[in-house]
């Protein structure tokens, strides 16, 4: 009986080990591989991360999301800030929208639909067009730059933005890949405040709801804030 047991045990046990020593593995890995230490976004956001559950979230309900903002905002342009896959993009771009977006990763620009204009960028650089849009989206992306670059990322958004913001971060605490900058929401308030935009509170609180309604990515039912410029 106990050598049965034995037996038993000892399969199981080197298991348990071994997925123990894995995830500390993926743990390490995704520590080293960051932004942190000067990875590019390629080398961080690859396949896996493409094909993974935070993307598949993200992509969730992305046609009910486009609806809702189109409906609060009726914009004729669209610029999404770190646009990964382009899922937005490609459904503004279906409603007749002009839809232009960025992405640090070669694998993300590679997914987006060719409906709309996407080009490379390195968030962590300042972003300059010659030309403003009317909605600005930066969906989960500030929380992947170093601390040090966030007030450039805020100013490149605002540089873009003719009317209105939807942003988004992972606040303090909050898992994920390579999340190195989580901030209170108070953070970059203040800091779109500094660049020409005000917490618009009636209007993301509204839209929070329709994101729950509807069911999207849970993210965009808790952190959203709309920004308005000010006159």
């Not at 992509?59 to 610029?79: C, G, N, Q």
């Not at 500030?142 to 966030?150: D, G, Q, T, V």
Request: a positive charge; proline letters at 4%.
């Amino acid at each position: 009986m106990s050598s049965v047991s034995e037996k038993s045990f000892k399969p199981s046990f080197l298991n348990t080990i071994a997925h123990k020593n894995r995830s500390l593995w993926l743990r390490l890995h995704r520590f080293i591989i960051s932004q942190r230490f000067g990875f590019s976004p390629t080398k961080i956001y690859d396949t896996g991360f493409f094909s993974g559950l935070g993307c598949d979230q993200g992509a969730r309900r992305s046609k009910e999301v486009v609806d809702v903002l189109i409906e609060f905002f009726h914009p004729t342009s669209v610029f999404d800030v770190g646009c990964g896959g382009g899922f937005y993009l490609y459904h503004f771009a279906k409603s007749g929208i002009l839809s232009v977006g960025c992405e640090g990763s070669d694998t993300g620009i590679s997914l987006c639909p060719p409906e709309s204009i996407v080009f490379k960028h390195d968030l962590r650089y300042p972003l300059r067009c010659n030309r403003t849009f009317d909605l600005i989206l930066c969906i989960e992306v500030a929380e992947h730059l170093p601390s040090r670059f966030s007030e450039v990322l805020v100013k490149s958004v605002a540089n873009l933005a003719s009317k209105h913001v939807v942003f988004t971060a992972s606040p303090p605490g909050s898992e994920g890949d390579d999340h190195i900058n989580c901030r209170e929401p108070e953070f970059w308030d203040a800091l779109f405040n500094k660049h020409g935009f005000m917490v618009n509170g009636k209007l993301s609180a509204i839209m929070r709801r329709r994101f729950q309604e509807i069911g999207s990515a849970t993210w965009l039912q808790i952190h959203l804030t709309v920004y308005d410029k000010k006159q």
